[in-house]
């Protein structure tokens, strides 16, 4: 590719020209630079300076990777958009989709654009399905920007307006967060489902008219925080022993982040009744999924509308069995796994010799580094943060602080990340 025209500052131009979603996106940097393209875990910019992507959630088999901008162009070329008829590709998807479903009860499948809808679309199949209400959410969880998702997330909790038009359907519980919360200590799974259950069984909360419950298996906004052993069973028998419908938001953790699982619910230990994928699916193609029962998708069927004009299109569909591909074909699951690995070591011997390193969390490609001014009192150290990722930029590598706690740098690199790229992001971090 030709390099653009560069300019001289990259965030004024953009603005310029009507971006503010561009701008805003910036918002982490004084002077962000212009991405032109990208290859593998790598970016590059109009002034051919490459950066290490160590926040790409979305391109999960890479940037750029030949074998899916093959597939995506020949179906452009063939049969760009619904026919509204069947066609192979779809059912193709939905089929390997199930090929990975954690349970044999969950065999159906539901293709939308986005994390969104599929969030909005689960909260919808749930209430339709239980015929109920409520639905219990985490603190400093993150489901989306639409109103039903954004609704469920930390965004509708803390922020004046969303709090003030947040349903009353919509009930709040603790993050299981066992370095910063409530609970701390060796029983804090324990303590933070009995918790919950408190919440359900309080006379005005949600445990009457109970929908569902929504979490993210590990969550990512609230800084890659893994819940501890056992509390996500436990609130999963609460919910159901009051007739509600568990929805795991796997949108970040799905497709093999994790490293040890495909499913981030299959890593602690739970089935859902429902979850959502999307990001990684497409690998930047507009693509989302729900997988469900197909007792609760009938229901959908039976009592509710849902058609989407795009969701699942033929483009969608083939870069879909594109990623599912290469993650197979090029183990990627498995280089989650191992350079995740390596690169939690590297960081546990930093934080062994830096004080600033409070604690890592997360674990395979999905990972936090929480930073802190004082080891003892866990003060976060948050301005700090929003410097060292500016001077990571002028040094290579692109890495973000969470949105819910911005003292944690949080990793979420393309699932083929090398363990150089790995090695290189922590040198430049010490
Ligand atoms: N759920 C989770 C856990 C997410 O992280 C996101 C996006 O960041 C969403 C849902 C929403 O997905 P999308 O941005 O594709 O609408």
Redesign the pocket.
Known sequence: LAPQASVADPATELTRRGAVMAAAQEKYYERPPQIERGWRDLLIDTRGRSYVDMVNNVAVIGHSHPRFTRAVSDQLALLNTNSRFLYSALADLCERIVEKSPDPSLDTVLLVN????A?DLALRLARIHTGRGNVVALREG????TMA?DAVSTSAFDNPYAAASRPGWVHIADVPNAYRGTHRGAGAAAEYAADLARLLDDPSGPGVDLAAFIS?PVL??AGGIVPPAGYLSRVYEHIRARGGLCIA?E??VGYGRLGSHFWGSAQQGVVPDII?V??AMGNGYPL?AVLTRRDIAESLAREGNFFSSAGGSPVSCVAGLAVLDVIRDEALQQNADAVGRHLAGRLAELAARHPMIGKVHGMGLYQGVELVRDRDTREPATSETAAICERMLELGVIVQPASERQNVLKIKPPLCLSRESADFFVDRLD
């Open positions: 986005s994390g969104s809808e969030v993150y489901h989306g920007w998702s993210e990512g906004n938001d949108v970040q959502t999307a990001k989302g």
